[in-house]
């Protein structure tokens, strides 16, 4: 089974944060369990600022089994049209692009996304299994 990562699943780890980090890190560890995890740029960049080393970063993600997997065109219109799904129904700007990119790309190349963004991925990307930390 393949499982999306979301940021703030990481971040919680990472960090530490002191209420979610060790749900998030259980969570992880059965997500490695139940097969692989992928991220993707936007992720990637997003961890970025915490380590301030790229060889960091990278040698972290290795260590979790977390592959780095680019977006492509269809993942990008995807994303490009559930955005717009969202716009059209009166949805501000609080949600970027960027959410909805990594929405796209856990439904088109995963089975699952780890998160704990509760309700928005599954609104707007209702084939995706959303597991939450």
Partial sequence: MITFVDTNVLLDVFLPDPE???????????????????INEIIYAELAPQFGKQDLLDTTLARLGIRTLPLDRTVAFRAGMAWREYRS??????????????????????????????GFYKKYFESLEVVYS
């Fill in 20 to 38: 979610w980090g060790e749900k998030s890190a259980r969570a992880l560890e059965e997500a490695f369990e139940a097969g692989s995890m992928i």
């Fill in 89 to 118: 129904a009166g949805g501000r700007r609080n949600r970027i692009l960027a959410d909805f990119l990594i929405g796209a790309h856990a439904e088109m190349q995963a089975e699952r996304l780890l998160t704990r963004d509760r």
